[in-house]
């Protein structure tokens, strides 16, 4: 049987140390828990799809230098001398990119009561040629064909036909098929002829990232964004050839950004990563220096009771008893940590949700980190418990 009024006592005797330590545990307990919780979805976050075939596509920015040009004529011809290059499946120009955080969005209607669902979407504007170079999924209905673009938009044009991605279609049409329905842009209608699975923005790190829209208008800007999909193993070869390959077809122009998708998408988490990566440490220093601490406690109480265990040993207390005695006293501090950790855990996820937005801490995270904590706690407590169990009742005595 546990002696734990001996244990208490001696603790209270001597309250320094253990309350140091409970503080300890309860501040890594708190860290702990909530640093797990924003990695986990910090993860999540840069795991998310974008619905496209992003290991071969590459994407950039071109900008004319005159403004006296036609540009969908220009458009034209620099989508036909990019598809020319050897390795390239297709390519388009549009008005943005996914996750490059610079684009345009509208809020568009499911109808014009007062029962209407409204959503700020992203817009993807292109010819027929944008949906094949993303690589979408269609998944009802049908894509652009040449007939459905707009060739000659003028100012405030709006389109007559769209595609949604299907968080978009089941938003607006909630268990029902989008496909000839119509959704009001300005309060004007346009029919929908197709749904594709996903499409993410360019905002990576807003709510509704996968509310998108394609939109068969060819840019009219003098500044256009370019996807170019290559066959696989070819990405590399084409990005090369890209740059030479526009110029040639007009040299008065400034190409920027010209980079894989790869890059596009570390570029668009790196500050992600890099909160990830440094949560990570933290949680490692504290682990390793809540360890060092239970140690060094332990180690502590066994050089300041060496007579007293040497007394118990001779009394006929076995070793086993005597790591339980010291096990027990350490899973006492912890525990009283564990309490005060968890209502400091909860506090700092308050703090979190109500100044950075992060979501409630599930309660699976705080669980897992008592437990764990727990156990590395008792594991560092062994080394000296057992080495407090080796203590000769001869040497312990001596001077008695």
């Not at 545990?25 to 619905?51: C, F, K």
């Not at 897992?368 to 407590?381: D, R, Y």
Request: glycine share 6%.
């Amino acid at each position: 049987m546990f002696e734990l009024r001996p244990i208490l006592s001696a603790l209270l005797r001597s309250r320094a140390g253990p309350l140091l330590i409970i503080l300890q545990l309860a501040l890594t307990l708190a860290v702990v828990a909530n640093a797990a919780h924003i990695i986990q979805e910090r993860l999540a976050l840069m795991a998310r799809d974008t619905g496209t075939s992003e290991s071969e596509l590459i994407g950039f920015t071109l900008s004319e230098m005159h403004m006296d040009k036609d540009f969908i004529s220009q458009r034209r011809l620099d989508e036909q001398a990019l598809r020319a290059i050897p390795g390239v499946i297709d390519a388009a120009a549009t008005n943005q990119i996914p996750l490059t955080n610079s684009g345009s969005s509208t809020t568009i209607s499911s109808s014009l009561d007062d029962q209407r669902v409204d959503l700020n979407i992203g817009y993807f504007q292109g010819n027929e040629h944008l949906f094949t170079t993303l690589g979408l999924n269609l998944v009802e209905g049908r894509a652009f064909t040449a007939n459905d673009i707009m060739t000659d938009p003028g100012l405030g044009t709006l389109p007559t036909q769209v595609m949604l991605s299907r968080y978009a279609a089941e938003r607006y049409f909630p268990g029902e098929s989008a496909v000839g329905k119509q959704v009001y842009l300005h309060d004007t209608p346009i029919e929908v002829i197709g749904v594709y699975d996903r499409l993410q923005t360019p905002w990576a790190h807003r709510n509704h990232t996968y509310a998108s829209v394609l939109v068969p208008m060819e840019n009219a800007s003098f500044f256009a964004r370019y996807l170019v999909r290559a066959e696989a193993g070819q990405r590399d070869a084409v990005l090369n050839l890209v740059e030479q390959t526009l110029l040639k077809v007009n040299p008065d122009r400034v190409i920027t950004g010209l980079r894989t998708f790869d890059e596009i998408r570390q570029r668009a988490y790196r500050n992600d990563s890099a909160m990830a990566k440094l949560l990570g440490t933290v949680i490692v220093l504290l682990l390793v220096v809540t360890a060092l601490g239970v140690v060094g406690l332990a180690s502590y109480s066994v050089g300041q009771r060496r007579k007293q265990i040497g007394t118990r040993r001779a009394l006929g207390a076995t070793r086993t008893a005597i790591v339980r005695h010291f096990l027990t006293e350490n899973l006492m501090i912890c525990l009283a940590g564990m309490v005060l950790g968890t209502l400091a855990t909860f506090a700092l996820n308050q703090l979190l949700m109500h100044h950075y937005e992060l979501s409630r801490l599930p309660p699976s995270y705080l669980w897992l980190t008592l437990a764990g904590l727990v156990t590395l706690s008792q594991l560092a407590a062994a080394a000296p418990a057992i080495k407090a169990a080796r203590v000769s009742p001869a040497l312990a005595t001596r001077s008695i």
